[in-house]
């Protein structure tokens, strides 16, 4: 695990010193944190890398992870689903099955905490039995629940209401609750194997042994296979490029424990691609974190084509790696991505095709953006402005 010291170089002397002093004004606080999954997806990507930190600066931090059944995850994913404004089905029984393995869960933990940050519905029904043992209860939204499903809101804010704070990715997402909502951005670890720099050796041998050849322009999209992330309208994207522009397309994907659809949107996703030889489909274990980097590193141009996205921590690690991104103009993405300077921001598969077409033709200006793109995420996305946000948002909160 990296050093505080070891961030210095990157962000400068006096951001470090800064989250210095922030903790100081936290010492003897014990903070937990609670989410779904201890890999897979933008949440356990982010707590992998800013609980260490924290522990750092001195601040006693844990992170938990709730336990759930298959029935549990196929609810919360309707949850997710809803919530990102999809008709789901939504009984009673689900519900109930929903509070159920949350009052299993608080029997098992046995923490006292100054402060409870709720990563994301999952968990949300916790604070019902445990409200007592901590001061400050925190929920932490990172998807986009903007135009949620009417039923499924009301359930869920049932339980948001009891939280004294809500956390959301953008100003946009924030609802309608009578406690006070904070915007944080997320970001990314530049020492995380995610992130970290691999020599051009490094990036050909996880090609190699993932059976990518480097012979034609790579153009990448990292995802879960999630409906969401539109695996399909970039397989269309690619294929309208591919008519005049010899290039491949991978799709690379991995398993959440707690997104069961993977499996299914995957048999999708092949079932658009049989037959195309131009088409390569990863699916990875959930901690091939050095194998995204460097295939990250290893593209010509990433496409993160999503039609509804929190965050979406991919265009960011693209975009550190000196990449210009084609992104869905949805969610979080609109605030990574600066349209016509770090990337593209589209609407469709035919404009996605556009943009592909018009970077691979323009290496020079693709060179330019890059640069341009990985400056913007040195000033906006990196892991210590995160803990900075954070640590002044506890300050405040506890004050
Ligand atoms: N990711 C990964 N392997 C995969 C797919 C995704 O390591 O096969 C990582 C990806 O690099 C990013 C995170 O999972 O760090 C996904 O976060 P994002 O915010 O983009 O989307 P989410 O999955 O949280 O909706």
Same mark, same amino acid.
């Given at each position: 695990?990296?050093?505080?010291?070891?961030?210095?170089?990157?962000?400068?002397?006096?951001?470090?010193?800064?989250?210095?002093?922030?903790?100081?004004?936290?010492?003897?606080s014990?903070?937990?944190?609670?989410?779904?999954?201890?890999?897979?997806?933008?949440?356990?990507?982010?707590?992998?890398?800013?609980?260490?930190?924290?522990?750092?600066?001195?601040?006693?931090?844990?992170?938990?992870?709730?336990?759930?059944?298959?029935?549990?995850?196929?609810?919360?994913?309707?949850?997710?689903?809803?919530?990102?404004?999809?008709?789901?089905?939504?009984?009673?029984?689900?519900? =109930?099955?929903y509070?159920?393995?949350?009052?299993?869960?608080?029997?098992r933990?046995?923490?006292?905490?100054?402060?409870?940050?709720?990563?994301?519905?999952?968990?949300?029904?916790?604070i019902?039995?445990?409200?007592?043992?901590?001061?400050?209860?925190?929920?932490?939204?990172?998807?986009?629940?903007?135009?949620?499903?009417?039923?499924?809101?009301?359930?869920?804010?049932?339980?948001?209401?009891?939280?004294?704070?809500?956390?959301?990715?953008?100003?946009?997402?924030?609802?309608?609750?009578?406690?006070?909502?904070?915007?944080?951005?997320?970001?990314?670890d530049?020492?995380?194997?995610?992130?970290?720099?691999?020599?051009?050796?490094?990036?050909?041998?996880?090609?190699?042994?993932?059976?990518?050849?480097?012979?034609?322009?790579?153009?990448?999209?990292v995802?879960?296979?999630?409906?969401?992330?539109?695996?399909?309208?970039?397989?269309?994207?690619?294929?309208?490029?591919?008519?005049?522009?010899?290039?491949?397309?991978?799709?690379?994907?991995?398993?959440?424990?707690?997104?069961?659809?993977g499996?299914?949107?995957?048999?999708?996703?092949?079932e658009?691609?049989?037959?195309?030889?131009?088409?390569?489909?990863?699916?990875?274990?959930?901690?091939?974190?050095?194998?995204?980097?460097?295939?990250?590193? =290893?593209?010509?141009?990433?496409?993160?084509?999503?039609?509804?996205?929190?965050f979406?921590?991919?265009?960011?690690?693209?975009?550190?790696?000196?990449?210009?991104?084609?992104?869905?103009?949805?969610?979080?993405?609109?605030l990574?991505?600066?349209?016509?300077?770090?990337?593209?921001?589209?609407?469709?598969?035919?404009?996605?095709?556009?943009?592909?077409?018009?970077?691979?033709?323009?290496?020079?200006?693709?060179?330019?953006?890059?640069?341009?793109?990985?400056?913007?995420?040195?000033?906006?996305?990196?892991?210590?402005?995160?803990?900075?946000?954070?640590?002044?948002?506890?300050?405040?909160?506890?004050?």
């Amino acid at each position: 695990m990296s050093e505080l010291s070891d961030y210095i170089p990157i962000v400068g002397q006096q951001v470090i010193d800064q989250l210095r002093r922030l903790a100081d004004r936290l010492q003897n606080s014990r903070f937990v944190h609670v989410n779904s999954t201890r890999s897979g997806g933008g949440v356990a990507e982010i707590l992998s890398r800013a609980v260490p930190l924290l522990n750092q600066l001195g601040l006693e931090t844990s992170w938990e992870v709730i336990f759930g059944d298959p029935d549990f995850f196929e609810v919360t994913k309707a949850m997710h689903n809803g919530l990102q404004g999809d008709k789901v089905k939504f009984t009673p029984a689900m519900t =109930a099955h929903y509070r159920e393995i949350n009052r299993e869960n608080a029997r098992r933990f046995d923490w006292e905490a100054d402060f409870v940050l709720v990563h994301d519905p999952q968990p949300a029904a916790l604070i019902e039995d445990l409200r007592p043992r901590a001061k400050n209860w925190v929920w932490r939204c990172h998807i986009d629940a903007s135009r949620p499903r009417l039923e499924v809101w009301k359930f869920l804010s049932k339980f948001v209401k009891q939280y004294d704070a809500s956390v959301f990715s953008m100003s946009r997402f924030a609802q309608n609750l009578a406690h006070p909502q904070y915007i944080i951005h997320p970001s990314i670890d530049p020492f995380s194997d995610k992130n970290r720099e691999l020599t051009p050796g490094e990036v050909q041998a996880v090609l190699a042994r993932l059976g990518v050849v480097n012979d034609r322009p790579i153009i990448l999209q990292v995802s879960r296979f999630d409906s969401f992330k539109d695996p399909l309208g970039v397989i269309q994207a690619f294929q309208l490029v591919r008519r005049h522009t010899p290039c491949q397309l991978l799709l690379v994907g991995g398993e959440a424990t707690d997104d069961p659809e993977g499996p299914e949107i995957f048999a999708r996703v092949q079932e658009a691609a049989a037959g195309e030889t131009d088409i390569t489909l990863l699916m990875l274990p959930p901690d091939s974190h050095y194998e995204v980097n460097a295939l990250q590193r =290893a593209a010509d141009v990433i496409v993160q084509k999503s039609i509804r996205e929190g965050f979406g921590l991919t265009v960011t690690e693209a975009m550190w790696k000196g990449k210009p991104v084609i992104g869905g103009a949805v969610g979080g993405i609109v605030l990574q991505l600066r349209d016509y300077h770090t990337g593209f921001l589209v609407h469709s598969p035919e404009g996605c095709a556009f943009r592909i077409r018009y970077l691979l033709h323009r290496p020079e200006m693709s060179r330019r953006m890059g640069r341009l793109a990985k400056e913007f995420v040195r000033n906006h996305f990196l892991i210590t402005r995160h803990i900075r946000d954070f640590l002044s948002l506890m300050i405040f909160i506890n004050n």
